[in-house]
């Protein structure tokens, strides 16, 4: 699973760019010093070649990879490798070597988390005072650059938990109001559009795996109107609402009920074997409706129900919404109280059955 991102800049090009660019001046500047206590060993060639690799690995890593914590520890810790062994010859600390050690820590900062920039900041910083201690020099004043990192990295991990914190906020709000817009408000059931959104799902699921098969029940309550209209719609919300209870009750885990409009209900039944799975769950939707509802005084249900295997000819949820929908109509039609399953022969026009063969050989070439 990708790491939840901390960085202080949003996006990954614009991340890319400020990594490089802290890379390029590190390596600016290491050249320039090596250039100036010329000649150039074998092992400075060998190390520039590292620092090289590693400046194209950070251009052309994937934007997955770019900010994960073992990537920017490998950069940081890379160059901070590389940068001791160079200082090791130093005569001093010299100003060059603060600049190196401050752009190695502005890298760090690009670490996904919080308590990941301060453990790579502490042995960034680690490694400059074990380079004052090798030179006797921690009570010098060199060693003021210390206290600096620290509060540097204090800094850069409080602005990145700031960051963090206000990405959290921004998703949820917006997993709120995706919530609200997906969510039936009467009954806290998933919408219409939510409830294609996952018949969606199981479609995709079906193709990646042809064992995956899945059916739709469309669901419209029988008497209801008679009820609306004599107790008022106050009585007629309260049976929906319990009628969404028990449907419910009458799913596995997994599965899903939705409220499609008025008192119509759809339900989606994953991982079914044939017709068994569905007509055991049907019968118990049927049998859980016939149970009185109090609103007052009693008061009973009944449903309609079509239903649509994912074997149908389909190319989109609309399709399997469709087919179900016209056979729960041959179940009123029949007597009511019943469920029927899609015949798309008898259900579809023969012009739509042509339309959809159509769209589904596109689709699938």
Not at 88 to 100: F, N
Not at 265 to 273: A, D, E, G, Q, S
Not at 333 to 353: C, H, M
Request: with cysteine.
């Amino acid at each position: 699973m990708e790491e939840p991102s901390g960085l202080p800049y949003p996006g990954t090009t614009r991340t890319r760019i400020y990594l490089v660019t802290l890379q390029v001046l590190f390596v600016v500047i290491l050249v320039e010093h090596l250039c100036r206590t010329l000649p150039l060993t074998r092992l400075d060639g060998l190390l520039l070649t590292v620092l090289a690799m590693l400046t194209l690995t950070m251009a052309t890593a994937s934007k997955r990879l770019l900010t994960t914590t073992w990537f920017i520890a490998l950069l940081s810790l890379g160059d901070t490798a590389v940068l001791l062994h160079t200082i090791e010859h130093a005569p001093t600390v010299e100003p060059w070597i603060m600049y190196e050690f401050l752009l190695l820590m502005l890298a760090v900062s690009y670490a996904p988390s919080v308590p990941k920039i301060v453990w790579l900041s502490g042995l960034v910083a680690g490694s400059y005072a074990l380079s004052l201690y090798r030179r006797d020099l921690l009570g010098s004043d060199h060693a003021f650059l210390l206290p600096v990192l620290l509060s540097l990295t204090m800094a850069l991990a409080s602005k990145t938990r700031i960051v963090q914190a206000e990405h959290e906020r921004l998703a949820e709000t917006e997993e709120q109001a995706r919530y609200k817009t997906m969510t039936d408000s009467l009954t806290g059931l998933p919408n219409r559009a939510q409830f294609l959104e996952r018949v969606g799902r199981s479609i995709h699921c079906s193709r990646a795996d042809r064992t995956f098969q899945f059916a739709v029940l469309f669901i419209d309550l029988d008497g209801f109107k008679p009820i609306n209209d004599r107790f008022g719609h106050k009585a007629g919300d309260a049976v929906l609402r319990q009628t969404a209870k028990r449907l419910q009750a009458c799913l596995r885990k997994g599965d899903t009920v939705g409220r499609y409009g008025g008192d119509e209900f759809t339900l989606l039944i994953n991982r079914v074997l044939g017709d068994a799975d569905a007509v055991r769950v049907a019968e118990r939707v049927l049998l859980k409706l016939k149970e009185p509802i109090d609103i007052g005084e009693p008061v009973t249900v009944g449903a309609s129900i079509g239903i649509a295997l994912s074997a149908n000819l389909h190319e989109r949820p609309e399709d399997l919404i469709r087919d179900a929908d016209g056979a729960m109509y041959r179940a009123k039609a029949q007597g009511k109280n019943q469920y029927v399953f899609s015949d798309q022969a008898r259900d579809i026009p023969t012009a739509e059955l042509k339309d959809r063969l159509q769209r589904v050989a596109r689709a699938r070439w």
